[in-house]
């Protein structure tokens, strides 16, 4: 009997396990990436960055219809800071993959879909940077 070849994973659903930490510690000199994929869905990506605790929130993308929106935050001086982002989709079915990355290397990874228990699809995670 022949095997039923494995669907191929989409963007969203690769790249590893969930990584759900409530704050990730940088320090000035390293590169802060964010980057939101978007799967099955035409969708509008926001992504902000605000100091804590009162600061006012920097819009850094609005971007519509891309399936991938990365970000390099900007250079990053001792404080905290509130990383949040919002994913809109008219669609019924949709998939999104949200990876934060310190120096290249994946520190946050967060996927939701339109199948899952929590579709609200917005998110946040606390930046502590050190020097």
């Known amino acids: 009997m ?8 989409t963007p969203c659903e690769e790249g590893g396990d969930e990584l759900l930490p409530w704050s990730i510690s940088v320090a000035t000199t390293s590169a802060v990436d964010v980057v939101v994929r978007v799967c099955f ?3 509008r990506v926001r992504i902000w960055l605000q100091s804590d605790p009162f600061g006012q929130a920097l819009l850094l993308a609005d971007e519509t219809a891309k399936s991938e929106v990365p970000v390099r ?3 990053l001086t001792v404080g905290r800071y509130q990383l949040f982002w919002s ?3 008219p669609a019924e079915k949709w998939q999104t993959r949200t990876d934060v990355l310190v120096d290249r ?3 946050f ?3 939701k879909s339109s199948d ?3 579709p609200v699809n917005m998110g946040t995670v606390s930046l502590t940077v050190q020097a």
Request: aromatic share 0%; glycine share 4%.
């Open 41 to 43: 869905a035409n969708a």
């Open 109 to 111: 990874r967060r996927r």
């Open 116 to 118: 899952g228990n929590n």
């Open 87 to 89: 994913i809109q989709t």
């Open 105 to 107: 290397v994946t520190r």
């Open 73 to 75: 935050l900007p250079a």
């Open 2 to 9: 022949a095997k039923k070849p494995k669907a191929k994973k």
